[in-house]
C-alpha cells in the first residue's frame, strides 16, 4: 500500500511541472474514476488490482519526464485528485484490515522484546564520526493504546537504563515512569508507573529525557526550559527560552513552540518566531547551561509539519496535510550542509493513524519513539552513511 502515497507524491511533484496537458489530466481523471468504482469489488481482485495499478503508475512515471513548467488550474485538478487518491487509500486501508493482505512492512516481535530492558546490551558503533543518515523506516511496532489523542512517550534517550516515561496529554504537571516497557505495554494502565510530579507543570510534548535528566518546557508566565534530575527529583536549571515572539512551530500540532531533540553529538531546540512565521528554526543547545550555542533558519516550511527530529546534525520534518494522509519526511536541513532536500530519500511512515504529536530520536537505538492518534508507536530506522551520497 506503500507504494500508492509514492505515486501520490510523485504527482504533487509533478504538479510543479504540468504544462498544458489536458489529456494527461482528463486520462488521469478517467483512472481515478475508475479506480474508485472498483474499490466495491476490491475484495475479489486485490491481485489484478495491484498488477494494474503498478502498470498505471509506469505510465504515469515515464509521462512525468516529459512534462515542465506550472499551471494554476492544473494544481488544482491535482490537488482534488491528491484527495480522492488519499480517500482510496483510506478505503483501501479499510479493506485491508478486513481482508489482511500479505504486509509491505516488515512488522517485527522481536526487536521490540529486545529492547525491552534489554537496550543495554545492544552495541553500537561510537558517534565520534557521525555520517549517518535515515535511508528508511525497516519496522514499526504498536507497543500500546492510551486514550489521550495526544502525547509523549519516551526512554531516556542517551541511557541504558531502559525506564519508560510517558507524558499523558499536552499539559499536565505529572509525569509517569514505568520501570521496563513491559510495564506499560501489560494491561496495569498507570498502575506499576511511579508518578513524578514537577515543581511547574510541562506544556506540549517537546520534552527530552536525556543522561538522567528530563528537559522539559513550561509555557506560564512565559517560555522557559528546565533541566531537572530524575534522581533526587530537583530542578537542576531553569532558563528563559531567548527567542522573541514565539508562534507554533509545526502547523498540524499547535501545543509546540519548542520541540527539544536529542542527536549523537547535542541537543537541539526546534522552533518558530513571528520574525520569521513561514519556516522552522533549529538551534543547538549546551546541556550543562541549556543556552543557545548556534541557531539556524531552515527552509523547512511550518505549514503541513506535525513533528521533527535530529540526526546527526540533520533536522528531518515530518509532514502530513490536513486531511491525514500518511506522515512522510519531506524537508531535512543539514547544519552542515551534506545531507540536502535533493538527495534526502522521501521517507513515509509505514501506517496512518492520526498525527504524529511526538517522536522522538533514540541515537542509541536508531529507535523513533512515537505518539500517533492516541497509538504508542516504536518505529526502528535504517540507516546509511552520508558518505554514499
Ligand atoms: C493532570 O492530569 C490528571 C489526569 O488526567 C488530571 O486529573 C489533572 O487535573 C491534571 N493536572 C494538571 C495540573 O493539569
Ligand atoms: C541532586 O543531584 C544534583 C546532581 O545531579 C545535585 O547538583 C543536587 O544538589 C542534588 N539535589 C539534592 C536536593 O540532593
Known amino acids: 500500500m506503500g507504494t500508492l502515497l509514492q505515486y501520490l507524491a510523485m504527482v504533487s511533484a509533478m504538479v510543479l511541472t504540468v504544462q498544458g496537458q489536458p489529456s494527461l489530466i482528463d486520462y488521469m481523471e478517467r483512472r481515478l474514476s475508475a479506480f474508485e468504482d472498483r474499490i466495491a469489488v476490491w475484495y475479489d481482485q486485490t491481485q489484478r488490482y495491484s498488477s494494474e495499478y503498478r502498470e498505471f503508475k509506469n505510465q504515469i512515471l515515464s509521462l512525468v519526464d516529459s512534462l515542465d513548467k506550472e499551471r494554476e488550474e492544473q494544481r488544482r485538478i491535482l490537488d482534488f485528485a491528491n484527495s480522492r487518491i488519499e480517500r482510496i487509500e483510506r478505503e483501501m486501508d479499510y479493506l485491508e484490515t478486513k481482508n489482511p493482505a500479505p504486509a509491505c512492512v516488515e512488522i517485527d516481535d522481536k526487536f521490540i522484546d529486545q ?39 519516551t526512554r531516556d534517550l542517551m541511557s541504558a537504563s531502559g525506564k519508560v516515561y510517558v507524558f499523558d496529554g499536552i499539559a499536565n504537571d505529572t509525569v509517569y515512569e514505568f520501570a521496563r516497557l513491559r510495564d506499560l505495554t501489560d494491561f496495569s494502565g498507570f498502575m506499576k508507573a511511579r508518578k513524578i ?44 527560552f531567548p527567542a522573541e515572539q514565539q508562534i507554533p512551530v509545526y ?42 550555542e548556534q541557531m539556524w533558519d531552515t527552509p523547512c516550511p511550518i505549514e503541513n509539519a506535525e513533528n521533527a527530529f535530529v ?22 536541513y543539514d547544519v552542515n550542509g551534506i545531507v540536502t532536500n535533493d538527495v534526502a530519500p522521501l521517507v513515509y511512515f509505514p ?16 529507535y523513533l519513539y512515537a505518539w500517533d492518534d492516541g497509538n504508542q508507536i516504536i518505529y526502528r530506522l535504517a540507516m546509511k552513511s552520508k558518505s554514499e551520497l
Not at 118 to 138: G, V
Request: with cysteine; charged share 25%; hydrophobic share 35%.
Open 351 to 366: 501506517k496512518r493513524y492520526g498525527m504524529h504529536s511526538s517522536l522522538k530520536y533514540s541515537p542509541r537505538e536508531n
Open 115 to 153: 529492547s525491552a530492558g534489554k537496550a543495554e546490551q545492544r552495541k553500537k558503533p561510537k558517534f565520534f564520526d557521525c555520517t549517518e543518515m535515515i535511508s528508511s523506516i525497516k519496522a514499526m511496532k504498536i507497543v500500546k493504546k492510551l486514550e489521550t489523542t495526544s502525547g509523549l512517550w
Open 311 to 332: 540526526i546527526c546534525g540533520t533536522l528531518y520534518v515530518v509532514y502530513n496535510s490536513q486531511l491525514r494522509g500518511r506522515s512522510r519526511i519531506q524537508c531535512v
Open 251 to 292: 502547523g498540524l500540532s499547535p501545543f509546540n513552540y519548542i520541540d527539544l531533540a536529542a542527536d549523537e553529538h547535542d541537543l537541539w531546540a526546534i522552533y518558530a518566531t513571528l520574525e520569521n512565521e513561514k519556516h522552522i528554526c533549529l538551534a543547538r543547545l549546551d546541556p550543562k547551561t541549556l543556552d543557545i
Open 197 to 240: 510530579k514537577l515543581p511547574y507543570p510541562w506544556a506540549g510534548t517537546g520534552h527530552l529525557v536525556y543522561k538522567g535528566f528530563l528537559y522539559y518546557i513550561r509555557n506560564e508566565p512565559e517560555f522557559q526550559l528546565i533541566k531537572f534530575d530524575l534522581k533526587n527529583r530537583t530542578v537542576i536549571d531553569s532558563t528563559m
